[in-house]
């Protein structure tokens, strides 16, 4: 019998670690300025590098993506997409 390969993509939220680094005289003078640097532009200033948190993902359900699918199948041959989640595909 032949075999047929298919994919199924997946849309997930997950967390990554972001590491800063900041110069300041004392902890707290460092913490401050980290705190203004994240109200002001989320941290961009004292980005140095980041990593994902593996374990941390979650399958995010259409409710949760604007209505949007959050998985499709494919066809692996051809990469034709065969069905998503949407809502619409649902009822």
Not at 46 to 73: A, I, K, R, V, W
Request: proline share 3%; glycine share 2%.
């Amino acid at each position: 019998m032949a075999k047929f390969d298919f994919y199924l993509d997946r849309k997930v939220t997950a967390w990554m670690r972001e590491h800063h680094l900041i110069e300041a005289e004392t902890a707290e003078e460092a913490r401050q300025k980290m705190i203004d640097n994240f109200i002001d532009n989320g941290c961009a200033e004292s980005f140095m590098e980041h990593e994902f948190c593996h374990g941390s993902e979650e399958f995010l359900m259409p409710y949760d993506n604007n209505e949007q699918p959050t998985m499709e199948l494919y066809d692996w041959l051809s990469d034709e997409l065969l069905i998503d989640n949407s809502p619409i595909n649902e009822e």
